[in-house]
Structures are given as C-alpha cells and as structure tokens.
C-alpha cells in the first residue's frame, strides 16, 4: 500500500531563509514543499526519486491505455492488414 506523502506549505521569504533546511526535508522525509507565492503561482517541491516514480507511473499508464485502446480497436476489427513490403514501402 503506498502512503501519501506528507504535505508542507512555506512562503519564498521562509524558503529563502532556510533553503537547505527545507530540501534537507523534502528529500528526507519524503514530504511535498509547497511554495505560496502572490497571484496564486505556486511552486510544489519535491524529491527527484518522487519525480522519477510519478513520471514511471505516468508513462506506465500511457502505455497501458494505447494497449487497450488496441485490443479494442482490434476486437471492433478497426484496423487494416498490411505486408511487410507494404511497411517497407513507408520508410
């Protein structure tokens, strides 16, 4: 089962002040930093192995909806039958 992360709100003058510090937590605690910010540009700060797990994820489920958007198209019979002349005959 995976935890959500725990999530931590500062402003730019705190993140500033203690920048070091709040990275230093970020990465070791596994926590969400969120940057408030005037006019609502926000900035969410997080670990890069979280990073590198979020876009996984992502890419894991963009695979997986073009497999089902295949096997779909396949069971409806949406699709055409080429020779492997015919794919040659695109490069």
Same mark, same amino acid.
């Given at each position: 089962? #995976? +935890?959500?992360? @725990? ?8 993140? =500033? ?24 540009? #926000? +900035?969410?700060? @997080? ?8 876009? =996984? ?35």
């Amino acid at each position: 089962m #995976n +935890v959500l992360p @725990i999530v931590k709100a500062t402003n730019v003058t705190s993140l =500033r002040k203690n920048i070091k510090k709040q990275f230093d937590y970020v990465t070791d605690q596994n926590t969400i930093l969120i940057v408030t910010r005037s006019d609502d540009k #926000n +900035v969410v700060v @997080i670990a890069e192995n979280e990073y590198e797990k979020m876009m =996984r994820n992502i890419n894991n489920l963009t695979y997986s909806l073009k497999l089902l958007k295949s096997a779909d198209e396949a069971e409806q019979r949406d699709f055409i039958e080429v020779t492997m002349s015919e794919l040659e005959s695109y490069e």
